[in-house]
């Protein structure tokens, strides 16, 4: 930090296994991913190299390297494992993953019809040899999931191999655990972690209020995702209580009573 100020909340270090933050590249250029790391890599723990923005980002290795030196986890969007799979290519796909050097993968069934079992083999296959993420939750506006089939899920894809288990909200924030105005689902995520580790869900945040309402649920080290590029220190901000959102959360009241003169 570049100086100190007391009543700060403590935040886990790097490498983090709770208060995750990933950020969804949607096709930044590797001079960005330059600048990205430069001011954010102390922030951020995995980027995901949103949706198949990686089939047609110039520089792609160049790219690759720049985060991989920095310590940043990556991995290819989850609808691309769906765009394989559909095209019976799952063996490709692994052999991609090698190619590039990339030991985090993304599993989910958001754009196609998958059998949950047959989901559960994938994550079974894919986690002896790379750390999985399987994302739960329809891509599709107006399906609902009921509470008990989420958390179903979740628990299945995590004995199945997955190291964290991501809930569905998309880059624009209005499905999956969100209603279409943005708001979660408060009852839906209650339920959630009543049976689910808040620890092993990641959840897919990418609008300010969804952020906000998240770390005053579970605190500063709850995982968040779906974060864009020129949102991660902000978004670190409202975890230690620096932003006018979460100002007050982490301040002893003793300070909150005090009248300033």
Not at 122 to 130: G, H, V
Not at 177 to 194: C, D, E, S
């Amino acid at each position: 930090m570049n100086f100190e100020l007391p009543f700060i909340p403590e935040r886990t270090s790097q490498p983090r296994d709770s208060g995750l933050t990933m950020m969804m590249d949607k096709g930044l250029s590797w001079r960005q991913a330059e600048n990205f790391v430069d001011s954010c890599s102390d922030y951020t723990d995995i980027v995901k190299l949103g949706f198949g923005t990686s089939y047609i980002t110039k520089d792609f290795e160049r790219k690759l390297d720049i985060y991989h030196s920095a310590g940043l986890s990556c991995y290819l969007g989850g609808t691309l494992f769906e765009a394989f799979v559909v095209r019976g290519m799952f063996e490709d796909y692994k052999r991609l993953l090698d190619k590039f050097k990339l030991r985090t993968v993304e599993v989910s069934d958001g754009s196609v019809e998958m059998d949950h079992d047959l989901k559960c083999r994938y994550i079974e296959d894919l986690s002896k040899d790379f750390r999985v993420l399987s994302e739960v939750g329809s891509k599709e506006e107006g399906i609902l999931i009921s509470p008990n089939k989420w958390i179903n899920m979740m628990q299945a894809e995590l004995q199945a191999g997955s190291w964290k288990v991501i809930a569905e909200a998309r880059e624009s924030g209005n499905v999956g655990i969100y209603r279409p105005n943005g708001t979660a689902h408060v009852a839906l995520v209650n339920k959630i972690i009543a049976k689910v580790k808040v620890e092993n869900i990641l959840w897919e945040a990418p609008l300010k209020g969804q952020q906000v309402w998240f770390i005053k649920q579970f605190g500063s080290n709850v995982n968040l995702g779906n974060i864009s590029h020129d949102e991660v220190i902000p978004l670190e901000t409202l975890r230690i209580g620096l932003r006018g959102d979460t100002f007050h959360d982490f301040l002893p009241e003793e300070l909150m009573k005090k009248k300033i003169e």
